[in-house]
């Protein structure tokens, strides 16, 4: 009899304590949506530097933070066709032109951060080239090289729109920097 009631008491005290603990617990908070400013972003550098590739930086830093990053300017980079003070965003594809290299007349934003002015064509890129556009990454390149392949060529840009290949964020942030001609 003793046995049984030690047993109650053992199984009684088990329960309380699992019910004290889960009261413990606080409940796991998910939250999606923009980096914590200054918080570390991925930044793809290319053309006249010394090391271009795929830098660490924190939001907010500027070109001239990453270009110094990739080892400086190459002897020939044109730093006059970029803006050096602009702050950095998650994904930004940074191009530093070479002296004359830089396409002329070109007022856009996006020129003047030192991405790369010439347009991608949607309608012929690779799904490498497409994933190099700020925002897109491998699952929408593929999404948009799928697309093209079983719905026929882009006629306007507005296509990965009506196509639901992105969504508007991601549409507005590369559209000065695709076409669908030549």
């Known amino acids: 009899m003793a046995v049984v009631v030690l047993a109650a008491l053992l199984a009684a005290a ?17 939250s999606f949506g923009e980096p914590t400013p200054g918080g570390p972003i ?25 270009l ?4 400086g300017p190459a002897p020939d980079a044109d730093l006059e066709a970029i803006n050096l003070a602009v702050r950095l ?16 007349g070109s007022t ?3 020129a003047a951060m030192g991405i790369a002015p010439t347009p ?13 556009l700020p925002g897109i990454g491998e699952a929408y390149s593929r999404r948009i090289v ?18 639901r290949l992105v969504p508007r964020a991601t549409y ?3 559209r000065e920097l695709i076409t669908v001609g030549p």
């Open 108 to 110: 856009s934003s996006v």
């Open 89 to 104: 965003h998650d994904e930004d594809p940074i191009f530093v032109p070479r002296l004359g290299q830089a396409a002329s």
């Open 146 to 163: 799928d697309s093209r392949t079983s719905n026929g060529p882009y006629t306007s840009a507005d296509d990965l729109l009506t196509r």
């Open 42 to 66: 991925q930044v793809h550098i290319t053309g006249a530097v010394a090391q271009p590739g795929v830098y660490e930086m924190a939001d907010g830093d500027r070109v001239v933070d990453v």
């Open 172 to 174: 507005e942030r590369i």
């Open 68 to 71: 110094y990053e990739a080892g």
């Open 14 to 30: 088990i329960v309380v304590l699992v019910l004290d603990r889960r009261d413990d617990r606080q409940p796991l908070e998910i």
């Open 120 to 132: 991608i064509n949607i309608n012929t890129a690779t799904a490498a080239e497409l994933d190099a």
